[in-house]
């Protein structure tokens, strides 16, 4: 027996609300708080770039659960409501407005914040796509826009590009990598994914990063980038990656290097767990502390802390096999596995010509992850290759 | 227990199949295809998890 009556769960996207889910699942009939700065009921997220900003569903289409379900976990549901602290020692969260909530355990979900170019603060016509309100304010702003720039080419950044070239304007791509998405699929990948962008009329400018904005009064109007050039632009969109939503844990006593930093069972301090974005653990397969951003992991690290959070001595680490995934134009990319940056790309069925093939990335002969270009259900079946390798 | 799903949330990561593969496999595009819409009992923790795990929120179980 755990002896828990009282759990806090900080952040109620996926990652809160799947811990408060797989706690009920184990049988948990205490007290679960779980805290939201948002207002909305849970959401996802992966529809904000995609169906969200373009409109093909409405925003409620990317709810979690449906109403019922959500109630029937009987949770003490705190929408809108923000944390500011955690006293481990006193079992307690701070909310917003001087309340606190008493707890036994907590679990830290709050995610990431989306970093900002400072030379563009303030500007009005400049965006970022993290929550629902975000994406709202972008898609209404597209609307009206012929032109914008989407600064920041890694996943969240080109699907912003493809979405909002797929709904009219005109598109340019920036970011200081060679090619899109480079870091985190390399740059064989990458060269595919700008030839992608190209194709729809995208134009792809790598290898430059900004220099300084085009303000009129308090308005963008597009980016002087640092090759010299002036891009003229209605609006701008920054993906210029995120930090850890750690910041209201100072004072806490907790290690916050990049994340909340656990150990293999995702336990920062006795009582205090941290799960998805902002959860930087042990992971003993890879062999050091690692962070992932994403979905699929979000889900599956609830689960696993929920597990912990009851199983007391009989805690299991955490060693998860990641998936990633990308859906761009007509094009689905996935990945199994954990990419190195110096890891060597195979193809290894089809071909770029094919319009669908797999790919392998490997280290030193060691296939340390698969990708997938348009071929779900083969990838499935490589993913053998790296959970052999990764036990071998 | 009775599964549904919507094929058009569908996002083809197969995180269903890996789950409950009793239950769940792939269509040839990567669409997901419920093997067993009414599958036993004892699948049930499987389904769960497949419910849990599907990162496009497109399985859940009807109302009983």
């Given at each position: 027996?755990?002896?828990?009556?009282?759990?806090?769960?900080?952040?109620?996207?996926?990652?809160?609300?799947?811990?408060?889910?797989?706690?009920?699942?184990?049988?948990?009939?205490?007290?679960?708080?779980?805290?939201?700065?948002?207002?909305?009921?849970?959401?996802?997220?992966?529809?904000?770039?995609?169906?969200?900003?373009?409109?093909?569903?409405?925003?409620?289409?990317?709810?979690?659960?449906?109403?019922?379900?959500?109630?029937?976990?009987?949770?003490?549901?705190?929408?809108?409501?923000?944390?500011?602290?955690?006293?481990?020692?006193?079992?307690?969260?701070?909310?917003?407005?001087?309340?606190?909530?008493?707890?036994?355990?907590?679990?830290?979900?709050?995610?990431?914040?989306?970093?900002?170019?400072?030379?563009?603060?303030?500007?009005?016509?400049?965006?970022?796509?993290?929550?629902?309100?975000?994406?709202?304010?972008?898609?209404?702003?597209?609307?009206?826009?012929?032109?914008?720039?989407?600064?920041?080419?890694?996943?969240?950044?080109?699907?912003?590009?493809?979405?909002?070239?797929?709904?009219?304007?005109?598109?340019?791509?920036?970011?200081?990598?060679?090619?899109?998405?480079?870091?985190?699929?390399?740059?064989?990948?990458?060269?595919?994914?700008?030839?992608?962008?190209?194709?729809?009329?995208?134009?792809?400018?790598m290898g430059v990063g900004v220099a300084e904005p085009i303000v009129d009064i308090n308005r963008i109007r597009?980016?002087?980038?640092?090759?010299?050039?002036?891009?003229?632009?209605?609006?701008?969109?920054?993906?210029?990656?995120?930090?850890?939503?750690?910041?209201?844990?100072?004072?806490?006593?907790?290690?916050?290097?990049?994340?909340?930093?656990?150990?293999?069972?995702?336990?920062a301090s006795p009582g205090v767990y941290a799960v998805g974005d902002v959860a930087r653990w042990l992971h003993?397969?890879?062999?050091?502390?690692?962070?992932?951003?994403?979905?699929?992991?979000?889900?599956?690290?609830a689960q696993a802390v929920a597990r912990n959070l009851l199983a007391g001595s009989g805690a299991r680490p955490?060693?998860?096999?990641?998936?990633?995934?990308?859906?761009?134009?007509?094009?689905?990319?996935?990945?199994?596995?954990?990419?190195?940056?110096?890891?060597?790309?195979?193809?290894?069925?089809?071909?770029?010509?094919?319009?669908?093939?797999?790919?392998?990335?490997?280290?030193?002969?060691?296939?340390?992850?698969?990708?997938?270009?348009?071929?779900?259900?083969?990838?499935?079946?490589?993913?053998?290759?790296?959970?052999?390798?990764?036990?071998? | 227990?009775?599964?549904?799903?919507?094929?058009?949330?569908?996002?083809?990561?197969?995180?269903?199949?890996?789950?409950?593969?009793?239950?769940?496999?792939?269509?040839?595009?990567?669409?997901?295809?419920?093997?067993?819409?009414?599958?036993?009992?004892?699948?049930?923790?499987?389904?769960?998890?497949?419910?849990?795990?599907?990162?496009?929120?497109?399985?859940?179980?009807?109302?009983?």
């Open positions: 027996m755990s002896g828990l009556r009282r759990i806090a769960i900080v952040g109620a996207s996926v990652g809160g609300l799947t811990t408060a889910e797989s706690l009920r699942r184990r049988g948990f009939d205490g007290v679960i708080s779980l805290i939201g700065e948002e207002v909305h009921p849970p959401y996802d997220r992966p529809p904000l770039s995609k169906q969200v900003l373009s409109g093909k569903w409405t925003p409620d289409r990317a709810s979690l659960r449906r109403a019922a379900d959500i109630a029937a976990l009987e949770l003490d549901l705190r929408t809108g409501t923000r944390a500011t602290g955690l006293r481990p020692g006193l079992r307690q969260v701070e909310l917003d407005g001087g309340q606190a909530v008493e707890c036994d355990a907590a679990v830290i979900a709050t995610g990431l914040r989306p970093r900002q170019l400072p030379m563009l603060r303030g500007l009005v016509g400049v965006h970022v796509v993290r929550t629902i309100d975000d994406t709202l304010a972008l898609r209404a702003a597209v609307l009206e826009a012929e032109r914008l720039i989407v600064v920041g080419a890694g996943f969240l950044g080109t699907e912003i590009a493809a979405t909002i070239r797929e709904m009219g304007p005109r598109v340019t791509l920036v970011d200081l990598v060679p090619e899109p998405v480079t870091l985190q699929l390399g740059h064989e990948m990458g060269r595919l994914v700008a030839q992608l962008h190209r194709d729809h009329g995208v134009d792809v400018r597009g980016l002087v980038l640092t090759d010299g050039s002036r891009v003229p632009a209605d609006l701008v969109v920054t993906a210029v990656g995120s930090v850890p939503a750690t910041q209201w844990l100072r004072g806490a006593g907790l290690d916050l290097t990049d994340g909340l930093v656990c150990d293999a069972m995702c336990r003993a397969n890879v062999g050091g502390h690692i962070r992932i951003e994403q979905r699929t992991n979000a889900a599956e690290q955490y060693a998860p096999l990641n998936f990633a995934w990308t859906d761009q134009y007509d094009v689905k990319i996935q990945m199994y596995g954990h990419r190195r940056a110096d890891a060597t790309f195979a193809l290894i069925e089809g071909s770029p010509r094919d319009g669908r093939f797999v790919g392998a990335y490997l280290d030193g002969g060691q296939v340390t992850a698969v990708v997938g270009w348009n071929s779900p259900k083969s990838l499935l079946r490589h993913r053998e290759l790296v959970r052999a390798a990764a036990a071998a | 227990m009775r599964i549904e799903i919507d094929e058009d949330k569908c996002t083809m990561a197969g995180q269903c199949v890996l789950a409950a593969p009793n239950v769940f496999d792939q269509r040839d595009d990567g669409v997901v295809a419920v093997l067993d819409a009414e599958p036993p009992e004892s699948e049930r923790t499987a389904v769960e998890d497949a419910i849990i795990r599907c990162p496009a929120v497109a399985i859940w179980l009807a109302a009983e």
